[in-house]
C-alpha cells in the first residue's frame, strides 16, 4: 500500500524519486543496464541494399573510443519482405553480419522497425510499396516542406488507414507481423540483441483521430495486441520496446496510449523520442522551450509509471549549428540519468547532426555525447550523475553478492583519457580494476547488501 502511495504522489508530481525504475533493464547475471548509443543509420532507408554506412571499424571507434555500450539498429519491412511473400535472404544476411560487428564486441542492439510517412510506395521508407494504397493519386505536399508533413498526402493517410483497419485487409498486418518473425528467428542465436522495438514513431493517418487518441487507443493497441504475443511465441528472452503515437508527443504532449502489456514475461520498455518544436521548425534554445522540455519529462515519468516499464529515449538530436545545442542536449542527458533511463541519439550518420563529421573526426555534437555511465550494476542503482564540465561521475548503488558478476562503468576514453581516477567507499570488500580493452571500470563488491559510492574524475 505505501508503495502504491508513494508512486500515486510521485506520478501526480511528476517527481522521480531515487530507485524508482519499476522494471529495469537487467542482464542475463540480473544486472541492471543502461543504454548509451546511436541510430544507425538514417542512410539505410533510402540506399541501395538498405545497409547503414558503417564498416567493421566505425563499430570498434564506438566501442573502444567512445564507449556506448548500444545502437539502435534500423531495419525496414520494405528491405525484409520487398516482394509479396518472400524474403530478401541477401537483405537480411548483411543485417546479421552488421548486427554481429556490435554484439561480438558486448555492445547491446536495439532492432528498430523503422518507418517514416508510411513506406516506399508512397512516402518515404518503411512498408514494402505492394502494401501501400492509392498509390496513383497526385502528390499534393510540396517537396520542400519539411519530410513529415508528407503524412498529409492522401495516398499515405489512405495507406495507413488500410493498415491498421485491418479488417478489409488483414494481410497487411500479417505481413509485418511474419516479417517480424523472420529477423527474431535470423537473430535468437545472439544474447547481446537485447529487444525489439515494434514500430518507430506510429501514426495514424488521420490527423483527427491520432491527436484525440483513437488511433492509440484503439488501432496501435490492437497491432501490439498481435504482434507482441507473436513475438513471444519464439522469444521470451528479449525486450520489447514500445512508443507511443510521435505525432504531439515528441514535443511535449501527452501519450492516450492504455498500458500494454506483454504476455509470458513482463520485459517492455517504453520508448519514446524526443524532438522540440525549435529543432524542427526553427529557432534556437529558449526558455520556453526548456519549459516544453520539463513538460515532456513529466507526461513521460506518468506514461512510464503507468506502463510499468523502464524508458529508452529511442531518439532526439539537433544540429549544433543551433544557438545552446549543448545546454539542450545536457538538459535532456542529465534528465535520463536522473531517471536511470536509457538513450540512443538520432543518429550516428556522419556530417548534420552527427557525432562525426563526414570526414569521420569527431563533430561539436560528439563532446555532448560522451558520458561516464554504468552500463551493468550487480544490485540496486540509487543513482547516477554525470558533470560533462568538470567530467565527474559520482554514482551509489546498494551490492547484492548474490549477483556474480561485476559493476561495470564505461569511461569513454576519447574525454577521459586513460589515467583517469576513481573512488570507491561504502565497500568492506571489493576489488577494482580499469579494463582498458572495454574501456571499463569493474568493480566488484563482495559485501552482501552494502551501499556503495563511486566516483570518477580525470
Ligand atoms: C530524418 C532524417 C532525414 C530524412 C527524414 C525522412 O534525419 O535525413 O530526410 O528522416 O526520412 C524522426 C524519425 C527519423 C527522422 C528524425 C529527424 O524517426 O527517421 O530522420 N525524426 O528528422 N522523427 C522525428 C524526427
Redesign the pocket.
Known amino acids: 500500500m505505501k508503495k502504491i502511495v508513494a508512486v500515486w504522489i510521485a506520478t501526480v508530481l511528476g517527481v522521480v524519486a531515487d530507485a524508482q525504475v519499476v522494471a529495469p533493464i537487467r542482464d542475463a547475471y540480473g544486472r541492471t543496464v543502461i543504454l548509451h548509443g546511436l541510430n544507425t543509420a ?1 542512410g539505410a ?1 533510402n540506399s541501395p541494399g538498405h545497409q547503414p554506412w558503417i564498416q567493421e571499424k566505425d563499430v570498434e571507434r564506438e566501442h573502444r573510443d567512445l564507449g556506448w555500450n548500444a545502437v539502435r539498429y534500423l531495419v525496414f519491412w520494405g528491405a525484409i519482405e520487398p516482394k509479396k511473400d518472400s524474403f530478401d535472404e541477401a537483405y537480411l544476411a548483411k543485417v546479421r553480419e552488421r548486427v554481429k560487428w556490435y554484439t561480438d564486441r558486448g555492445m547491446y542492439v536495439i532492432i528498430d522497425m ?1 518507418q ?1 510517412v508510411y513506406g516506399y510506395g508512397v512516402g ?2 518503411g512498408a514494402p510499396e505492394w502494401a501501400a494504397t492509392y498509390t496513383r493519386i497526385k502528390n499534393l505536399i510540396p517537396d520542400k516542406w519539411p ?2 508533413m508528407q503524412n498529409m498526402e492522401p495516398k499515405v493517410i489512405h495507406s495507413f488507414v488500410t493498415f491498421w483497419k485491418y479488417k478489409k485487409r488483414k494481410e497487411l498486418q500479417d505481413h509485418y507481423i511474419r516479417s517480424w518473425l523472420r529477423v527474431v528467428d535470423l537473430l535468437r542465436d545472439d544474447p547481446y540483441v537485447i529487444g525489439y522495438d515494434l514500430m ?2 506510429p501514426h495514424g493517418g488521420k490527423v483527427i483521430k491520432t491527436l484525440a487518441g483513437g488511433f492509440e487507443r484503439q488501432w496501435l493497441t490492437a497491432m501490439y495486441k498481435r504482434l507482441i504475443p507473436a513475438i513471444r511465441r519464439e522469444d521470451t528472452m528479449r525486450y520489447i520496446f514500445f512508443e507511443p503515437r ?1 505525432f504531439g508527443t ?1 514535443f511535449g504532449m501527452p501519450s492516450h496510449l492504455p498500458k500494454v502489456n506483454d504476455t509470458i514475461v513482463h520485459k517492455m520498455v517504453y520508448a519514446p ?1 524526443c ?1 522540440m518544436k525549435f529543432v ?1 521548425i526553427g529557432g534556437d534554445y529558449k526558455p520556453k522551450d526548456k519549459k516544453s522540455l520539463a513538460k515532456w519529462f513529466r507526461r513521460r515519468d506518468r506514461e512510464t509509471q503507468m506502463q510499468q516499464s523502464s524508458l529508452l529515449l529511442g ?1 532526439f ?1 539537433l544540429s549544433s549549428q543551433k544557438k545552446d545545442f549543448d545546454k539542450y542536449t545536457q538538459d535532456i542527458l542529465a534528465g535520463m540519468d536522473q531517471r536511470q533511463a536509457s538513450w540512443t541519439y ?2 550516428g550518420d556522419p556530417g ?1 547532426w552527427g557525432p562525426l563529421n563526414r570526414d569521420l573526426t569527431p563533430s561539436p555534437m560528439m563532446w555532448q555525447l560522451l558520458r561516464v555511465f554504468p552500463t551493468a550494476v550487480a544490485g540496486q542503482l540509487v543513482s547516477f550523475h554525470f558533470d560533462p564540465a568538470a567530467k565527474i561521475f559520482e554514482m551509489e548503488y546498494i551490492s547484492d553478492d548474490s549477483i556474480k558478476a561485476p559493476t561495470l562503468i564505461s569511461v569513454p576514453r576519447l574525454s577521459m583519457g586513460d589515467t583517469y581516477h576513481w573512488t570507491v567507499s561504502g565497500a568492506e570488500h571489493y576489488i577494482a580494476s580499469r579494463d582498458a580493452a572495454n574501456n571499463n571500470l569493474q568493480i566488484m563488491v563482495s559485501d552482501p547488501h552494502a551501499r556503495i559510492r563511486v566516483t570518477i574524475r580525470p
Open positions: 538514417g532507408k523503422h517514416d518515404d521508407n519530410w513529415w518507430n514513431e510521435s515528441n523520442h524532438y524542427d531518439e538530436g538520432w543518429s548534420g
